[in-house]
């Protein structure tokens, strides 16, 4: 009796932290400033969370206009926090972007996180909102 009664627990307990993960299921959007002060680009995040798992993809547009998806990997929910990582290739070389950042209602304020020219990480911050389109 005692182990079903705490195996009933834990699968409640498991429930409750699942439920309290922050609702980022769906598309996000933010705008990033164009280089050299151009028009701004807007950025999409098809975000899916599993069980914690957060899966997905980066959309902007690419050369011609032709629209560029990047897969995620390493995705978390932890909470109102996520995180996850795009690696791309540039010039026959990867490139990997690290994204954290925290949930609030239909905002998620973004911490993204590039190598620079030189090496050095550049960090910037943007805010996404949740689309509805």
């Given at each position: 009796m005692t182990k079903k009664l705490l195996f009933v627990l834990t699968i409640l307990l498991v429930a409750a932290f699942a439920l309290m993960a922050a609702d980022v299921t769906g598309k996000w959007v933010y705008e990033q400033p164009g280089r050299g002060g151009g028009n701004p680009t807007q950025v999409t995040l098809n975000l899916?969370?599993?069980?914690?798992?957060?899966?997905?993809?980066?959309?902007?547009?690419?050369?011609?206009?032709?629209?560029m998806e990047t897969q995620i990997s390493e995705g978390k929910v932890d909470g109102d926090n996520i995180s996850f990582k795009v690696t791309t290739q540039m010039g026959g070389n990867a490139m990997t972007t690290e994204y954290t950042g925290a949930v609030s209602g239909n905002e998620m304020k973004l911490k993204i996180t590039r190598p620079g020219r030189d090496g050095t990480p550049t960090t910037n911050e943007f805010t996404a909102k949740r689309s509805t389109t």
């Open positions: 899916k969370v599993d069980a914690g798992k957060l899966t997905g993809s980066v959309v902007r547009p690419g050369r011609g206009g032709e629209p």
